[in-house]
């Protein structure tokens, strides 16, 4: 829903949106509206003026239809999009309490609050290291993002002539030592304001031998992001997206429960039936549907743009199908959309 209000816009301010906390008598927030109605009648130029008194009044005839403001507030967007000549008057309560009253006619219309309701709060910093490499990351819903890639040099451990051992072992501890601060220091920009948003639960370090308990014990990190990182380094072998996907699913265990995992989990069992042919893995549109109807879908797998999203949402949910909507920053994304039509199921039992 966020996406397709995103596309409205208009060149002037005329686009209403309007939020109403919980507990806000409906009457209030109509004489609120009939005010700036009231008002807009002295917009100068005639257009302008006729498009935010419909949003108003549009508003104004909905909110009439509503006797009492639902738990976690009311949402309403009203206007019309210049580009198409389409109009809207859309009210939702929001999956949070709406915390403060917010109307605003404008060029577009204000969406970042319910952003805020729906960001992804799972969120996990991804560190690989070693001697002279590193990638962060970022484990954020069902995907992976590449933060930073970072490349230092450090010459290897045998000595050069002319250079006593101690000297040149110094050296090479020096420039590990500053690799390590500037791999640190680039962590700390990319994920400290995850943290101070609340939303960063942990951060995982891996990488080859013993190059990542060396960085994980120092303190290279801000202290905060420090005491985050979870106890367990994770053996990697790689470095860019390879790595950090390598690094999650070797940290299974300690983030089982998180999304990416959930979804990876999910791909992998509609493979392994698909490849075994065994009648579990099932496809096509209208042969899901009907399995949703009879209860039989385990798990169901959707890209976010299929046509039909919101009627399988609301057939796994009657019938307790688990469900994992992917977005094209997955992987599987594409596959799935052009091969199977952007939905897929694992069955709980044969259906003939």
Known sequence: MIKDLKKWDAHATTLLSLYIPPGRPVPDV??????????????????????????LQAAIDRL????????????LFSGENEKTGDTITLVIEPPEPVKVFFYRTDKFFHL??????ITENDVYGLIVIERDEATVGLLKGNTIRVLDEIEGYIPGKHSRGGWSQRRYDRIIEELTK??????????????????????LKGILIGGPGYTKLDFAKGDYL???????????????????????KE???????????????????????FNYHLSKDDGLALYGENEIKKALEMGAV???????????????????????????????????????????????????????
């Open 298 to 352: 385990k798990t169901l797998i959707i890209t976010d743009d299929h046509p039909e999203l919101e009627e399988f949402l609301k057939l796994a949910e009657e019938k307790g199908a688990e469900v994992y909507v992917i977005s094209d920053e997955v992987p599987d994304y594409m596959w799935i959309k052009k091969t199977f039509g952007g939905v897929v199921a694992v069955l709980r039992y044969l259906i003939y």
């Open 178 to 199: 500053d690799f390590f601060k500037s791999v640190g220091e680039k962590a700390t920009n990319h994920l400290l304001p995850y943290l101070e948003e609340g939303r």
């Open 64 to 75: 009439t239809k509503i006797p009492k403001v639902p738990p976690h507030g009311l949402v």
């Open 222 to 244: 801000e202290y905060r992001l420090k005491e985050l990182t979870l106890p367990k380094l994770i053996d990697v072998s790689d470095q860019g997206e390879p790595g950090l």
């Open 112 to 117: 970042e609050f319910l952003e805020n309701m």
């Open 247 to 269: 690094l999650v699913m070797r940290a299974e265990d300690l983030i089982k429960e998180h999304s990416y995992i959930k979804t990876q989990k999910a791909l992998e069992e």
């Open 30 to 55: 109509i004489n609120v509206l009939r005010q700036e109605l009231s008002v807009a009648g002295n917009i100068k130029l005639k257009q302008t003026r006729n498009r935010v008194q419909a949003a």
